[in-house]
């Protein structure tokens, strides 16, 4: 750990090295232990704005205990948040299982991250929920490192590798499985109600 100022304290525009723990339903579903501490861009968006908004003001090596709702965590559970895939539309070495997480793009080209409920002979059914729609969040957080952020981590609002590459979130990397099948035609996924409620197809067209 480099040599920290006393009085420093997460603002807008720190660079954040967050130890932490969650519990949801009295259970660890992470922490920081297992993995490492997390890194980010005070102020940026880059956690979840319920712990972000808590951690203003914490200094070097506080401890903090932050519940967050599931409307400042991860959306509250839609019952109406299914969709239905025909198998086909899935690559062929795609793993149809439940459970598998499958990116998909919703209308504003943005990635949801939905996961595989059931499947059958002709559908896939998705449950668009985040797995921690719902649920009420219960954090331990201990802030490790305070530092200013380079100037080029400012500029794109995240924060860089220590040799200052980018990080890419292995989330997104795996959304290539579905964009490359049909080479310059992902229409399939651009288009939200391709998936989303059946039903209302019809009274959405113009
Ligand atoms: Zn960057």
């Not at 921690?132 to 924060?159: C, I, N, Q, Y």
Request: hydrophobic content about 30%; proline content about 7%.
């Amino acid at each position: 750990m480099t040599n920290q100022d006393p009085s420093l304290a997460v603002k807008k525009d720190l660079v954040v090295t967050l130890d932490y723990k969650l519990l949801v339903d009295g259970e660890v579903i992470d922490s920081s232990e297992q993995d490492f501490p997390i890194q980010f861009l005070q102020g940026h968006g880059e956690i979840i704005p319920g712990l972000e908004n808590e951690l203003y003001g914490m200094k070097v090596g506080e401890h903090k205990q932050v519940v967050v709702p599931p409307s400042q965590g991860y959306g509250e559970y839609d019952p109406e948040a299914f969709a239905e895939i025909p198998r086909s539309e899935f690559p062929k070495d795609f793993p149809l299982e439940p459970e598998v997480e499958v990116q998909l793009r919703d209308e504003d080209g943005e990635v949801v991250d939905a996961f595989i409920e059931s499947v059958d002979d002709k559908l896939v059914y998705l449950n668009l929920n985040h797995p921690l729609a719902g649920k009420e969040l219960h954090f331990s957080v201990t802030v490790v490192e305070l530092r200013e952020p380079t100037p080029e981590e400012l500029e794109h609002g995240h924060v860089h590798a220590p040799d200052g590459a980018e990080l890419e979130d292995d989330e997104f990397d795996d959304e290539d499985d579905f964009d490359d099948e049909d080479d310059d035609d992902d229409d399939e996924f651009d288009d939200e109600d391709d998936f989303d409620d059946d039903d209302e197809d019809e009274a959405d067209e113009d």
